[in-house]
């Protein structure tokens, strides 16, 4: 039996990251996977997404025998599971807890019963309290607050880390595990910690919106969009880490499902919550304006390619992509879509095939197609030659006026 410190349930870059950066603080560590070796001593799998530098701290983990892995619930033993079991939405990005419900259900079936289970998947607010009377344990959550490419630092270094639980004693012990981290830790209750997730998402939501509801109007009257950006980053009432540049809008599933978890708490509870209708409403308005500008365009031949697949850059991770929302809205207006994103080339695209084709060069892309659309602002398309494409591109020059074609 493998005595363990920790125990970190899932199979996502959530519970990869989690585990990771707990092994580097010293703490013995197991990954627990759905899908993985059984032998507690087995080698750990890849990263299920781009993550710098965690390869090398995989390798140092198992060198100094801080980080296992197990895909099942027995060989080892640990007073402390965390569960990072990615929380799936539905097609209106609703949570659906249902999946750490049955994750948690084995493991208390087949498993040793720990003395604390802390929580960092995203969670609606009362789920903590409703497992904690179910499954009898100290429950404490811990929200997460990861970027991914850059999982790793904002779990080890982060700005602040909210530890809320209804046991004290629960909630010191937590802190405690976590003494390696280099961040504030602010402690609360678990409804006050599952609000400040549901909060952070929403205002960070409620800026994308509102940035894009201003660059609407000021289109139309010549504004520099960047140097308003720029300008209310200066005012320190807003600060120059907001979200408050014009473009696609928020996307994947993070920011949504904490919106939609408000929007439906208010709607059970009969409280109106119309600025979070509003945000969600802005944001899904985003690609039919993007669609309209190129409509006006006027492209000798409807077909237009999406240079970039994934919501952010230096990330590989498709999931709910905004490229894949953008290619539907432009098929169902008629035009023939196409895909370029290099770092994309033999890696899954899920269900981006159905409304686009993927073209693994340049060189692919039909000569009579005119326009790019650059989605995500890789790195690797600033230098690229586009040839006869003209390009748009979405994260700079969403709002300003192109060259004809």
Known sequence: MTKLQLAVIGDWHLAFCTAASFS?????????QAKGPSDVTAGLPPCPIQEPGFDDLIAEGRRGETLFTSGGWSGWQAPTWWLAVDTPVDDEDR???????ET???GFKKGVKPEILAVSSQVPLGFCRKIQEQFGVPVVYVPENLR????????????RTVIGSDDREAGERIRSLMNGFTTTFL???LASA???????NTFLAMSISYANEIARIGQ??????AFVTAALKADKRIGPSAYVKPGLGFAGGTLPRDLRVLQGLGRELDIPVPLVDAVLKINESVDDVIVERIEDMNLPKKKVLLAGYSYKADVDTVRRSPAERLARRLKARGFDVYGFDPMMNGRPLETLTESLTHCESLQAVPSDCRLAVIVTPRAAFKDLNWGGLKTFDLGSQLWEKQNAL
């Open 148 to 159: 991914l490419g850059q999982g790793i630092d904002t779990f080890l270094k982060a700005d």
């Open 95 to 101: 949570p659906q807890t249902a999946v750490l419900i």
């Open 24 to 32: 580097k603080s010293g703490v013995r560590t197991l990954l627990k």
């Open 104 to 106: 948690l259900s084995e």
């Open 220 to 225: 139309k009257f010549g504004v520099d969009h």
């Open 187 to 189: 402690q609360t209750n």
């Open 194 to 200: 599952e609000m400040v997730k549901h909060a952070t």
